[in-house]
């Protein structure tokens, strides 16, 4: 069965024609638009401008270790393990699985946080 992205009558009509074709046994999901692009853009600049900032009371991580600290306080579960290096890692939920709406939870956390421990941001307030 084909993904379809429904955005206007034509595709929901396609939609409902393509699992009414669909054999007996067959799974249907229906769900909400992961992160867009522009979102997956911005969130990375500013967790660009959160690892280069010298924050009071956080030791310095890599841009992927600050984004999984601000899933797990938007309370995501997050996991870290041990690399081969010795180093920590994250497992578990990505970004990318994140719905629009999420995506925009996570941005506007971040945000607040950044004002609130005096991180100065690169990228304009858009898009959520």
């Known amino acids: 069965m084909p993904t379809i992205r429904i955005v206007s ?14 054999p007996l046994g067959h799974i249907v999901s229906v ?10 853009a911005k969130m990375w600049a500013m967790l660009g401008d959160v690892s280069k900032a010298r924050v009071e009371g956080y030791t ?9 600290r601000f899933m797990h306080g938007l ?10 290096d010795g180093k920590p ?8 699985e994140l719905t629009v709406r999420q995506m925009a939870d996570l941005i506007t956390f971040i945000e607040v946080w950044c004002a609130q421990n ?3 941001l690169s990228e304009p307030n858009s898009p959520k």
Do not use: C, N
């Open 9 to 22: 009558d034509w595709h929901r009509r396609r939609a409902l024609d393509a699992v009414a074709a669909a």
């Open 31 to 40: 769900r909400e638009p992961t992160r867009t692009l522009d979102q997956s």
């Open 60 to 68: 310095k991580a890599t841009p992927k270790i600050w984004k999984m």
């Open 75 to 84: 309370g995501h579960e997050v996991q870290f393990d041990t690399g081969l």
């Open 89 to 96: 890692y994250p497992i578990g939920l990505s970004s990318s």
């Open 118 to 120: 005096g991180v100065e």
